[in-house]
């Protein structure tokens, strides 16, 4: 069975730094690829980064902020956030695709297993 278990996220002032991970349990780490979304309240949910053989992408409002990355021997992804903003909060959800390609833009559809989410909130 797939699971996905997140952790790390808390509540930190402007300019304070989280470390979110993302345990991975149930399938062959080199066999997907992954990535982290977000979502606030009274908001869609979209892509923050994603990571694959080919390097790591970002949506531009995390640029030089946050930096996805992962661990293979721990079959675990993170997502590092530093220069934290108020308009950062949301709840942080990991995702995996059963592909080694993750390109930008992909339609969340095709990320088949998901975390449950772990809440981020910046205070100004």
Request: glycine content about 12%; charged content about 15%; some cysteine.
């Amino acid at each position: 069975q797939v699971q996905l278990l997140e952790s790390g996220g808390g509540s930190v002032q402007a300019g304070g730094s989280l470390r979110l991970s993302c345990r991975i349990a149930g399938i062959t780490y080199k066999t997907y690829c992954a990535a982290w979304f977000r979502q606030a309240p009274g908001t869609e949910r979209e892509g923050v980064a994603a990571i694959d053989g080919g390097g790591n992408s970002y949506v531009d409002s995390v640029k030089g902020r946050f930096t996805i990355s992962e661990d293979n021997a721990k079959n675990t992804l993170y997502l590092e956030m530093t220069s934290l903003k108020p308009e950062d909060t949301a709840m942080y959800f990991c995702a995996v695709r059963l592909s080694i390609s993750c390109p930008w833009g992909l339609p969340q559809d095709q990320f088949v297993y998901w975390g449950q989410g772990t809440q981020v909130t910046v205070s100004s």
